[in-house]
C-alpha cells in the first residue's frame, strides 16, 4: 500500500518537468532560444535521474529502507524518458533530421558522441528492465549488464563538464554527487571482498566440503 503510494507520487513528480515545460511552451515562456531551454531542461532531468537512480542502493542499504529498491526501476526508466526528450530535441527541433548538419556539429562539438553514447547505453539498460528480462538473464547476468549505468553517469557528467563554457559550478556539483555514489559502491565490493577472504578456505568452498 505505502509502495503503491510512493509510486504514484513518484511518478506524477517525475512528469513535473515535462508538464513544466508544455506550460512554458504554451504561455511562450522558453525564452528567446526555446530550443535552447528545452534541450537543457531535459539534460539537466536525464542526468539528475541517473544520479537519483544510482542513490537508491547506498539509501536503502544506510536507512534499512528495503522497500526503496521497489521504485528504482521507475526512476531509471524516467531518466530513460527524459534522456529520448533531449535526444529527439537535438535531432529534430534542432537539427531537422539532417544528418549532414549533425555530422558538421558533432566534428565540430564532440561532447555531442559523449552524450550519445550515454544515452545509448541507457538502451539496453530500459530494455531488459522487466522482471522476465532478470529471469531470463539470472541475476547475476542482469546485475553485470546494469552496471553499464555506472559509466552512463560519468559520460553524462563528462558531457556536461564539456559542454559548459564558463560556469562550472553545476557540473563540478554532479560530478561530486557521482563520485560519492561510486566511490560508496567501491568500499561496499572491498569490504565485501576482505569478508570473504577472512572466511577459512575450506568453508568457502561449501559444497566440496560438505561432500568431502
Ligand atoms: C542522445 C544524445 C545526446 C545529445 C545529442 C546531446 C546533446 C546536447 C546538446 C546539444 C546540449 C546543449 C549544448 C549547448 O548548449 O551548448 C546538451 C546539454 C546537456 N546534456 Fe546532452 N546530449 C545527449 C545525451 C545526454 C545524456 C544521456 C545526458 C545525461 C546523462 C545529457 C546531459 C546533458 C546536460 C546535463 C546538458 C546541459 C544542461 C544545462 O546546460 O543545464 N545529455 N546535450
Given at each position: 500500500m505505502k509502495l503503491r503510494f510512493t509510486k504514484t507520487a513518484i511518478f506524477l513528480a517525475a512528469l513535473i518537468p515535462l508538464e513544466r515545460l508544455a506550460w512554458k511552451a504554451l504561455h511562450s515562456?522558453?525564452?528567446?532560444n526555446p530550443i535552447e531551454f528545452i534541450t537543457h531542461s531535459t539534460g539537466d532531468w536525464t542526468l539528475i535521474l541517473v544520479l537519483t537512480t544510482l542513490s537508491i542502493t547506498p539509501l536503502r542499504r544506510i536507512?534499512?529502507?528495503?522497500?526503496l529498491i521497489g521504485i528504482r526501476r521507475m526512476i531509471g526508466l524516467f531518466a530513460f524518458f527524459y534522456g529520448c526528450l533531449h535526444f529527439t530535441t537535438y535531432i529534430w527541433l534542432d537539427k531537422f533530421f539532417d544528418v549532414h548538419e549533425m555530422a558538421k556539429d558533432i566534428a565540430k562539438r564532440p561532447f555531442i558522441t559523449v552524450g550519445f553514447s550515454a544515452f545509448v547505453l541507457m538502451i539496453p539498460l530500459a530494455l531488459t528492465s522487466t522482471a522476465w528480462s532478470i529471469r531470463r538473464l539470472g541475476g547475476k547476468n542482469w546485475q553485470r549488464l546494469h552496471r553499464l549505468i555506472y559509466l552512463t553517469g560519468i559520460l553524462g557528467v563528462v558531457h556536461y563538464t564539456w559542454l559548459v563554457?564558463?560556469?562550472l559550478h553545476k557540473p563540478i556539483e554532479d560530478g561530486v554527487v557521482l563520485s560519492i555514489l561510486l566511490l560508496y559502491r567501491v568500499g561496499v565490493w572491498v569490504s565485501e571482498k576482505r569478508k570473504q577472504s577472512s572466511i577459512p578456505a575450506p568453508a568457502r568452498s561449501g559444497v566440496e566440503v560438505t561432500k568431502a
Open positions: 515562456g522558453l525564452g528567446a536507512t534499512r529502507q528495503y522497500w563554457k564558463a560556469d
